[in-house]
């Protein structure tokens, strides 16, 4: 069994809520990760498992059972939600059972989802709908293939409860595993209070749990001041939010909510609500429905990362003032120079790492002035021709270890028409990109296994996850209407999944989730209301 240990709660009560899970109707165990339990020392291979076993499962991962040393709390944190703040957020529909200790040493949170109202819930019922808690698991676990890190999904648990979305939906309960849930909001929540104790409390937490290598940084032979620490806090988390930003766009990765709460301080992609992933390179795609204004576009998201970071420095701010004596409108002069100079750097050091992101997507292993002039031009060529943003790249990826198909050849190899219609609308560019190949320290064979390390073959695309999430839905209402045998929606899940699992790869069934959408996604559109 799992081995609590509950860290967080020794924070003190106004860090949360104690609060049991609601008990739920007929909890039946969908989806088991068996992989991710076993990194969690929690090795039981579930598809063995008896009837009773998996009811039992059931009964724990709906929070109908509390697992031995669980200590079930709703998080308090505040949030700003597209630009607005909200001082009181939190929980509305989660449960933190606890932490576990993974086979690395790591801490791991275990939280479920959907488990019911909180004193965080507003007007919410604190309920999640099956389609939502399955596209948590799906994309949480693609976007962990696909090396971006993130949460992932231990379980889903269908409550055989019908919830109300609009239309009547099936409810469900997903447990996701996280390094923590510490987020931006969480320092907001203090912060906005006045609570300066707390917010110390928070970040000595936060540092011991996530940047521990801070407390053993020196400057000078000494070590770090607490300005000093609370600076190299803020300047460690903005380098994990580059570095995520960074590789979600690698992978056409669009978050769509990307609010403040939404914005784990250990650098972790959490809340997949209305999340998407880019077909058609659009550098303004959106596709959450109520991002009116492109907040959390494709392309604006490290912006929106940037300003998360703006809002984090504001938290620390008191606490920086604090740590100094003296006169108090000079050292909040200074600090705030100091803090505005970290988030300023965050435009450079993006930028840095995207252009070593795109030329290592191209087979180059640095970035100079010309490519990242090649990278715009591809870009650039991409938005206006309307190119699929994986295919092209998987294009280019085939092509590099094959010179008889650039330059000077324009006839590919290959004739069917994707090949062809990418070669055609790319001849130019790739007059440009060959001699930089050529130039490059790598060898074509090199600069082959650099891209493919770096452009995925297949990618949740959102016309199959939709198709396979409302193939579910079916599943379990029909299973709960026959109340026969458990829905076979792991079995859906899986032939998804198992491609998935190897996105560098071509499996014999990659081509089945390969095609692109016969609508480009134009009329797609997806929603938070989980
Ligand atoms: P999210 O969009 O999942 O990031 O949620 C934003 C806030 O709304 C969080 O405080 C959630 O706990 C809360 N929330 C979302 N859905 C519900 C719900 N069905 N019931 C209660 N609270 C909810
Ligand atoms: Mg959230």
Redesign the pocket.
């Known amino acids: 069994m799992l081995k609590f240990t509950n860290s967080y709660l020794g924070l003190g009560e106004q860090f949360f809520q104690r609060i049991l899970p609601e008990k739920v109707a007929s909890p039946c165990l969908l989806l088991w990760n068996e992989k991710l339990a076993a990194q969690l020392n929690f090795s039981c291979d579930l598809q063995q498992g008896s009837l009773e076993e998996k009811s039992l499962f059931a009964q724990y991962f709906s929070g109908n059972s509390i697992l031995q040393g669980a200590e079930p709390v709703a998080l308090a ?1 505040s ?1 700003h ?1 597209f630009g607005h703040f909200n001082p009181q ?6 449960h933190l059972l606890g932490e576990v200790l993974d086979s690395k040493g790591i801490r791991r949170d275990i939280q479920l989802k ?1 488990s019911g ?2 004193a ?9 709908a099956l389609a939502p808690a399955l596209r948590e698991y799906i994309m949480s676990e693609a976007l962990f293939a696909l090396g971006v890190p993130t949460s992932r999904c231990l379980a889903v648990v269908s409550t055989g409860e019908m919830i109300n979305r609009g239309l009547t939906k099936a409810g469900a309960v997903v447990t996701r595993v996280a390094a923590s849930h510490i987020r931006v909001g969480t320092f907001q929540y203090f912060a906005a209070r006045g609570d300066l104790a707390s917010l110390k409390t928070l970040l000595d937490y936060t540092i011991s749990r996530h940047y521990l290598e801070i407390d053993s940084l020196e400057i000078n032979n000494e070590k770090l001041s607490l300005e000093q620490r609370i600076l190299a806090f803020l300047e460690k988390v903005i380098a994990k939010q580059i570095t995520l930003v960074v590789d979600w766009l690698r992978v056409g990765f669009i978050h769509g ?1 990307m ?1 403040t ?2 914005t784990a301080i250990s650098g972790e992609t959490i ?1 997949f ?1 209305p999340c998407a992933m880019l077909g058609t390179y659009d550098e303004k795609a959106v596709f959450s429905s109520i991002d009116e204004y492109g907040r959390y576009a494709f392309a604006n998201q490290a912006k929106i990362a940037q300003w998360n970071m703006a809002r984090l420095a504001d938290c620390l701010l008191p606490l920086l003032v604090e740590a100094n004596q003296g006169e108090r409108d000079k050292i909040e002069q200074q600090v705030l120079a100091k803090v505005e100079s970290l988030v300023v750097s965050f435009t450079a050091k993006f930028k840095h790492a995207y252009y070593v992101m795109y030329a290592n997507k191209l087979g180059l292993a640095e970035s100079t002035d010309s490519i990242k002039q090649l990278v715009k031009d591809l870009l650039a060529l991409m938005q206006s021709k309307k190119l699929d943003y994986t295919l092209t790249f998987a294009y280019l990826t085939k092509l590099v270890n094959s010179p008889d198909n650039l330059v000077n050849k324009p006839k590919p190899q290959a004739d069917n028409s994707l090949t062809s219609k990418l070669h055609s609308e790319l001849k130019e560019w790739l007059n440009d990109w060959q001699p930089a190949i050529e130039k490059s320290a790598l060898s074509r064979h090199e600069a082959q296994a650099l891209m493919q390390k770096n452009n995925p073959m297949v990618i949740p695309r959102n016309h199959h996850v939709e198709a396979m999430l409302a193939r579910c839905e079916q599943a379990v209402i029909d299973n709960q209407n026959t109340s026969g045998e458990q829905a076979n929606v792991r079995g859906i899940v899986e032939e998804f999944l198992h491609v998935l699992r190897s996105p560098y790869q071509e499996l014999a069934a990659t081509k089945n989730f390969q095609d692109t959408p016969i609508d480009g996604d134009r009329f797609y559109q997806t929603f ?3």
Request: aromatic share 6%; hydrophobic share 15%; glycine share 26%.
């Open positions: 944190y949030g939600q957020l939190g929980d509305g529909r989660a959907g109202k909180t965080f819930s507003r007007r919410g019922d604190g309920k999640c909510v609010n709460d939404n809340d609500g938070c209301g989980t």
